[in-house]
């Protein structure tokens, strides 16, 4: 069976410092990938997918990126954090879209970032 | 522009009753709906999937609707239990081959 591996849980990270967030994958292989970020009181805001490695597409403009150096690795980055780079951040991976469109989507259990 | 709504007020009920959900969507027409449970500090998982061939999915004491003419999706959970409280999320693909939408989320509180 499959799992996804999201750390580390909690991070708290002053203003200006670097982050990096690990999400891995088993049991599968050529998942797309997602990065989603959470919000106290608003929904889940998609960040980045994968299709493959090497393969990022960017849904909003922001102060983050994402990187896919194994087929089963994404890697969520910042060269310096901002205070609304605070949230809950999601990694989730799915089947690939073209053996069906209705794939669900398996996430992880997320890493609660603080920004002071 | 394409919207997902679902109520934003918690919706509290008493042990064994059932629970209805609802998801409404505007400017666009889902080829299907995606209803998932979020508990809290948790990423959210994967209950039930629904066509818009098909008007209703069941799944234990879960069930869930789709009117595409009401451009709506309601989610019940029969014989509610303690253990159901969570956030209850739904999501459409926009397009084939496309990422999901989410809504926001209800929150179900279900008291014994």
């Known amino acids: 069976s499959q799992t996804i591996h999201q750390w580390p849980a909690t991070l708290v990270q002053p203003v200006g410092s670097p982050l990096s967030l690990e999400c891995t994958v088993e049991g599968t292989s050529n998942p797309n990938l997602y990065w989603y970020r959470q919000a106290a009181g608003r929904g889940l805001q998609l960040l980045f997918y994968?299709?493959?490695?090497?393969?990022i597409s960017s849904e909003v403009p922001q102060n983050l990126s994402a990187s896919r150096p194994q087929d089963r690795q994404f890697i969520l980055s910042s060269k310096k954090l901002l205070l609304s780079d605070s949230g809950f951040y999601l990694c989730a991976w799915s089947f690939t879209l073209d053996r069906d469109s209705n794939q669900p989507q398996h996430f992880g259990d997320g890493t609660r970032l603080s920004i002071l | 522009s394409q919207k997902i709504e679902q109520n934003s007020e918690a919706l509290n009920i008493q042990e064994g009753k059932t629970a209805t959900l609802t998801c409404n969507y505007t400017n666009y027409s889902p080829a299907y709906l995606q209803w998932y449970r979020q508990d809290p500090g948790r990423g959210p998982v994967f209950l039930l999937l629904?066509?818009?061939?098909?008007k209703e999915k069941r799944k234990e004491r879960l069930k869930v609707t789709f009117d595409t003419t009401l451009k709506q999706s309601l989610f019940h959970i029969t014989a509610s239990q303690p253990a159901d409280s969570a956030t209850y999320l739904c999501a459409f693909r926009k397009r084939r081959y496309s990422t999901l939408t989410f809504g926001k989320g209800t929150m179900l509180l279900v008291s014994p």
């Open positions: 629904i066509r818009e061939n098909e």
């Open positions: 994968s299709v493959g490695i090497g393969q």
